[in-house]
């Protein structure tokens, strides 16, 4: 078990262009969820897949981002058109359904640091 | 909408001393979980507590959930320098997503 992984780790971008990342959960978790972390807050969530189906999304969401697991494994988060507003961390974490003791403990990636200049 | 506050937001103490950080959230949940984040890193699981009346410890931190009142402890017995981080309450929705409402942080500084 690797744990949650995330690429890139860093990403740097001019305002106006668009950004993807990767989120590769743990194997067989079958949740996968995206948040959003800016400096000194906590986690803010964005939108949860069950499978390769997306049952969630925040109104943080905009039209400007989309999210998809196509085959119920990894994920990608797109921002389009990045606006200095959207930088921040993106965190991906995932969970599998009915847990040890039933709980739905997250297991959180390392995250994707993203800076629109 | 479903509020999760922390206090205190920062917290400096020395080393061997004793503190709580308190976790208060605004609707109904059997279930909260305790995050620690390093500086630019990600988030570790620390305690996951399901039931009122949980109470979980792990080394020097040990975590209470009290679902009458809607209030979750993380008490440090005799701080020590490494216990600097952020630490994070989270409550989930079982709405069927299941996903997390973060508390605001608490950094704490442990001083030598």
């Known amino acids: 078990d690797t744990g949650v992984s995330q690429d890139p780790r860093h990403k740097i971008t001019k305002r106006g262009q668009n950004v993807t990342f990767r989120c590769d959960p743990i194997?067989?978790?079958?949740?996968l969820y995206w948040y959003r972390q800016t400096l000194g807050q906590g986690p803010e969530f964005l939108t949860y897949?069950?499978?390769?189906?997306?049952?969630?999304k925040s109104r943080l969401l905009s039209d400007r981002f989309s999210a998809e697991r196509p085959k119920g494994s990894f994920s990608t988060l797109e921002i389009q058109r990045t606006e200095q507003g959207d930088s921040a961390m993106y965190l991906c974490?995932?969970?599998?359904?009915?847990?040890?003791?039933?709980?739905?403990?997250?297991?959180f990636g390392p995250g994707t640091r993203l800076t629109v200049l | 909408e479903l509020k999760v506050e922390q206090n205190p937001l920062f917290l400096s103490m020395q080393e061997g001393k004793n503190y709580t950080i308190y976790c208060n959230y605004s609707t109904t949940s059997d279930r909260l979980y305790w995050y620690r984040q390093d500086p630019g890193k990600s988030l570790e699981s620390l305690f996951v507590l399901l039931s009122n009346g949980a109470v979980k410890q792990e080394g020097r931190l040990m975590a209470s959930l009290d679902t009458k009142a809607r209030l979750s402890t993380l008490h440090i017995t005799a701080a020590v320098h490494d216990l600097s981080a952020t630490y994070f309450c989270?409550?989930?929705?079982?709405?069927?997503?299941?996903?997390?409402?973060f508390g605001t942080g608490t950094r704490l500084k442990v001083l030598a």
């Open positions: 897949f069950q499978n390769e189906a997306q049952l969630e």
């Open positions: 194997s067989e978790h079958n949740r």
């Open positions: 974490a995932s969970s599998p359904q009915g847990g040890k003791e039933g709980t739905d403990t997250q297991y």
């Open positions: 989270a409550v989930d929705i079982p709405s069927g997503t299941y996903k997390y409402i």
